[in-house]
């Protein structure tokens, strides 16, 4: 206990510990996922059609914003679509103000956005932010699924002003409830992240899916196309509008990573016009780095258990463990799990 915040991951026998806003497929699948886990959920969505078959699921259903409070969760996490999160926040501030042993986090895929409206909305101090890189191209309850979070990495974001105790909480949340790792970073590190590994290439997956509609033969493209378009143009099944409002809330990331794709897309083409050895040669080998990579992320998961990661102990200072959190993320390390309050245990996965 730390801060009247506890720390043990909140398990109290007979009451839920974490609640959850939203049951789409995110929310859906983290509840689903917390409670084959033996975690107590308790949520709350804006339309109750989800609800009685997660309540055979083992999820405990509030009809209001308040009785998910009145539950009395530790951790409240918020899963609800981004253009709906500061009419929730509006909503939560007073049912908030006499329970401050209650963190709150949330699952959106931009953490600069976030965080301003949950300062705007007077709940900034007991805020850890948090992105699961896990999801897929369906939506809604119907498609969610424990397994959606299987292996999946989450990123905190934090601030200077950031509680210790919060950050804790979620990250005990994160290892021991979800079963996942996690790495520390500030928003903007986050953000831009994510637009150069997430949101930028939903824009070009669709400009390729809308390249073939546009072609005169694209029957016969289609007909022709294989696994790597495919891999390609999965995430272009996603619902458009939702994939436009995910990359809209990044616009400005996004847009500086469109023009420099479009600018080295360019450089290939005259490249290609002008045969120009050299250039193509430097073109398609700068990445083998990540190539290389790869190639040890695959030879690690053939050799199974006979090669387990390398694990190391990090310290976390009291002051600056900001810093020391997002250093090691930037060495490639990944936090496996919480050893003590000011000890985490650590794996290297970087390309470094």
């Known amino acids: 206990m730390a801060n009247g915040i506890p720390l043990d991951g909140g398990r ?24 084959a886990r033996g975690i107590g959920v308790v949520a709350w969505n804006h339309r109750p059609h989800p609800y009685a078959e997660a309540e055979r699921d083992g999820i405990r259903c509030a009809a209001t914003l308040g009785e998910l409070v009145d539950a009395g969760p530790d951790l ?9 999160m500061p009419g929730v926040l509006v909503g939560l501030r007073p049912l908030l103000a006499s329970r401050p042993r209650i963190t709150l ?25 948090a ?36 950050f804790l909480a979620v990250a005990r949340f994160v290892t021991e409830g979800v079963g996942n790792r996690i790495i520390a970073l500030d928003d903007t590190t986050h953000d831009q992240a994510a637009a ?11 400009a390729l899916v809308n390249t073939l509609v546009a072609d005169p033969d694209r029957n016969i493209a289609a007909a022709l196309a294989a696994g790597s378009w495919r891999d390609m143009t999965r995430v272009a099944l996603t619902d458009p509008e939702r994939t436009r409002a995910m990359v809209e809330e ?6 500086a990573l469109l023009r420099a794709m479009a600018a080295r897309l360019t450089g290939v083409a005259d490249a290609l016009d002008a045969y120009d050895d050299r250039a193509l040669t430097a073109f398609f080998a700068l990445g083998q ?26 310290a976390i200072p009291a002051e600056g463990w900001q810093e020391t959190l997002l250093a090691s993320a930037r060495h490639g390390e990944r936090l496996v799990c919480l050893a003590g309050d000011h000890t985490a245990v650590v794996t290297a996965a970087g390309m470094d």
């Not at 369906?138 to 601030?159: F, I, K, N, R």
């Not at 150069?196 to 669709?206: E, F, K, Y």
């Not at 290389?292 to 694990?311: D, F, V």
Request: net charge neutral; aromatic share 6%.
């Open 250 to 255: 990044d616009s400005r990331n996004v847009a």
């Open 196 to 206: 150069l590994i997430s949101h930028m290439p939903h824009v070009v997956a669709t």
């Open 12 to 35: 109290h026998a007979g009451t839920p510990t974490v609640g959850i806003v939203g049951l789409g497929l995110i929310g859906g699948s983290l509840a689903r996922r917390l409670v």
């Open 289 to 314: 780095p990540f190539r290389e990579y790869k190639a040890r992320e695959r030879a690690a998961a053939l050799a199974g258990a006979e090669r387990q990661p390398e694990e190391r102990t990090l």
């Open 76 to 84: 409240i996490v918020l899963c609800n679509p981004l253009k709906a």
């Open 131 to 166: 992105h699961p890189m896990a999801g897929n191209e369906h939506s809604g309850w119907q498609a969610a699924d424990p397994a959606l979070y299987d292996g999946a990495l989450w990123a905190l974001t934090v601030t200077p002003g950031t509680d210790y105790a919060r």
């Open 105 to 129: 986090t949330d699952v959106g895929s931009v953490k600069g956005m976030v965080r301003q409206q949950v300062e705007a909305a007077g709940l900034g101090d007991r805020y850890v932010g």
